[in-house]
């Protein structure tokens, strides 16, 4: 795509230093990567929007370091290994270089931990808000990538964290509620992809807590053909979404941008679920069951009920 | 990322259809695919905006079709053949539904001729212009991915096709000239992607002309660390595009958006290219040469003498 001088200036001075070898240095037409024949390849983009998926006063260093941990989650979802990314931004002119400077810092910062690198991208002016589309790959062994449409009449279903904590931080940014302790922003601002955990042939399919508890659910029960109980109560909630009462627990379990893995499993599995997330001192809870059924959600309060929901997914603010 | 039920249903209506099995029905967090051991994989990626890269009134197929286009030209310049793509929206609550089903239209068109499907991607709301976001994988055997980096002094430089029509096409389309048989205008809405000649072993570089001619030419001179020299009388130029006389050569030489491959080649080689280009029906024409240097282009009318460029290269109108 057609660049001015300035945007070759702005990939060089803020992204050249991101890019591994794949990305022939930002100068090529595209980067190269070389597959063994072992390995299937996963690939996963998400697109954020200023004022849609992030608010304009957000610190850039975290804007970048949740763009890059919201595909990271993708990759834990499919049981992949983080490879590399591709990075396109369409900026307005009223972001000037240290807005840049400062999300170029998180997102650097984030690479290194997690082990990847830029792999190529784009840049465009525009009248607008600031998009920015982030597209990850991951590895995996040939054939194991997690799905999400085998789950099993009979699975137990399990929640790795807690649930409800970032729906709860958007609240407190947008003056809805007050988070004393930071903690509910955080939670929003800087989601912790669950990477690693060895899932493979434990659990019988797999997501990432993207558009809320009850509708993530809905996409396993719709794609597997089977329906899913979920026990409201038993829906892990931090110690601060727990202090401000069961008020807000519907607000918990519709609302979006956790990035908790959400999994079924068999009863037999069970132990090597537990040891695996032990492992890797991630806590899980188990909150549910699947049924035989056609794509149904049903959730139950600690009667057995039917726990009225404010809404069945979170809403774009 | 968080959906809301509106999205789900339009990537279903509009996309599902085009999606490979790659996609897996665009159901998961990620698509899959699996490379063997013997061909690489090349991801390019491009964003239009709207106003930007394209014009509002710019029919939607051919938008679809040009962004398309635009990826597949870069699979072309690195020798690879077109694999899959993701495709990311942003759409503002302006575009109905008319527009996206001709867009869908128009890449399915596309994609069927150009044997390729749709493996993933993305849509959200935006309260700015339409983004869209198209990622490309194409293969290539092991190690034959085309470079832009080994112009060699004594090289020929050749481009394929006419230079200039498209930068023409805009100026027709914003009013600042007249294009009688809409030649020019379609250029610029419909590049051509010089797919599938077999280059390697041949060409020393390679790229598409996006940027401009110039431009362009100076990324190989910069990247191969060698000068460049263009003789501007040489440049091909379409029967509608001379006719306008040479008041616009210039714009021709700088104007962006063609999508032509530029290449360097050894003159032992000439022999070979040429059959590769006439097998493919694909006119090639030889505009310059390689020398020694250190990334300069210099352009030489037909006396010998600097030919003046009014600019360097396209700017986004």
């Given at each position: 795509?057609?660049?001015?001088?300035?945007?070759?200036?702005?990939i060089a001075r803020f992204f050249r230093?991101?890019?591994?070898?794949?990305?022939?240095?930002?100068?090529?037409?595209?980067?190269?990567?070389?597959?063994?024949?072992?390995?299937?390849?996963?690939?996963?983009?998400?697109?954020?929007?200023?004022?849609?998926?992030?608010?304009?006063?957000?610190?850039?260093?975290?804007?970048?370091?949740?763009?890059?941990?919201?595909?990271?989650?993708?990759?834990?979802?499919?049981g992949a290994t983080p490879y590399g990314?591709?990075?396109?931004?369409?900026?307005?002119?009223?972001?000037?270089?240290?807005?840049?400077?400062?999300?170029?810092?998180?997102?650097?910062?984030?690479?290194?931990?997690?082990?990847?690198?830029?792999?190529?991208?784009?840049?465009?002016?525009?009248?607008?808000?600031?998009?920015?589309?982030?597209?990850?790959?991951?590895?995996?062994?040939?054939?194991?990538?997690?799905?999400?449409?085998n789950a099993q009449n009979g699975d137990?279903?399990?929640?790795?964290?807690?649930?409800?904590?970032?729906?709860?931080?958007?609240?407190?940014?947008?003056?809805?509620?007050?988070?004393?302790?930071?903690?509910?922003?955080?939670?929003?601002?800087?989601?912790?992809?669950?990477?690693?955990?060895?899932?493979?042939?434990?659990?019988?399919?797999?997501?990432?807590?993207?558009?809320?508890?009850?509708?993530?659910?809905?996409?396993?029960?719709?794609?597997?053909?089977?329906?899913?109980?979920?026990?409201?109560?038993?829906?892990?909630?931090?110690?601060?979404?727990?202090?401000?009462?069961?008020?807000?627990?519907?607000?918990?379990?519709?609302?979006?941008?956790?990035?908790?893995?959400?999994?079924?499993?068999?009863?037999?599995?069970?132990?090597?679920?537990?040891?695996?997330?032990?492992?890797?001192?991630?806590?899980?809870?188990?909150?549910?069951?699947?049924?035989?059924?056609?794509?149904?959600?049903?959730?139950?309060?600690?009667?057995?009920?039917?726990?009225?929901?404010?809404?069945?997914?979170?809403?774009?603010?």
């Amino acid at each position: 795509m057609t660049k001015g001088a300035g945007e070759f200036d702005f990939i060089a001075r803020f992204f050249r230093p991101l890019a591994g070898p794949e990305a022939c240095a930002l100068r090529n037409d595209a980067a190269i990567i070389s597959p063994n024949g072992h390995e299937d390849i996963i690939l996963s983009t998400d697109t954020l929007v200023e004022g849609v998926h992030f608010l304009s006063n957000d610190p850039p260093e975290t804007v970048g370091r949740k763009l890059l941990r919201v595909n990271l989650s993708d990759c834990a979802a499919m049981g992949a290994t983080p490879y590399g990314y591709l990075l396109n931004i369409s900026r307005p002119a009223s972001l000037g270089e240290d807005w840049f400077s400062a999300f170029a810092k998180g997102l650097g910062e984030d690479q290194s931990f997690y082990g990847l690198s830029l792999f190529g991208g784009d840049t465009t002016s525009t009248r607008g808000p600031l998009v920015m589309t982030l597209t990850i790959l991951g590895r995996v062994p040939k054939g194991e990538a997690l799905h999400r449409n085998n789950a099993q009449n009979g699975d137990e279903l399990w929640v790795t964290g807690t649930i409800g904590d970032a729906a709860l931080g958007l609240k407190a940014l947008t003056g809805q509620l007050t988070d004393p302790d930071g903690f509910l922003t955080e939670r929003y601002r800087l989601p912790r992809p669950r990477l690693g955990i060895p899932l493979f042939g434990i659990v019988t399919a797999a997501l990432d807590v993207s558009d809320g508890l009850v509708q993530d659910a809905g996409h396993i029960a719709e794609e597997s053909g089977v329906s899913i109980i979920i026990e409201a109560e038993k829906v892990p909630r931090s110690p601060q979404a727990r202090q401000l009462g069961n008020a807000y627990l519907s607000d918990c379990l519709s609302g979006g941008d956790d990035y908790e893995l959400l999994l079924t499993c068999p009863p037999a599995q069970r132990g090597r679920l537990l040891e695996a997330a032990r492992q890797h001192d991630i806590p899980i809870t188990r909150i549910g069951h699947v049924e035989a059924g056609e794509g149904k959600v049903t959730v139950l309060d600690v009667d057995g009920a039917p726990f009225p929901l404010l809404k069945a997914g979170w809403r774009h603010f």
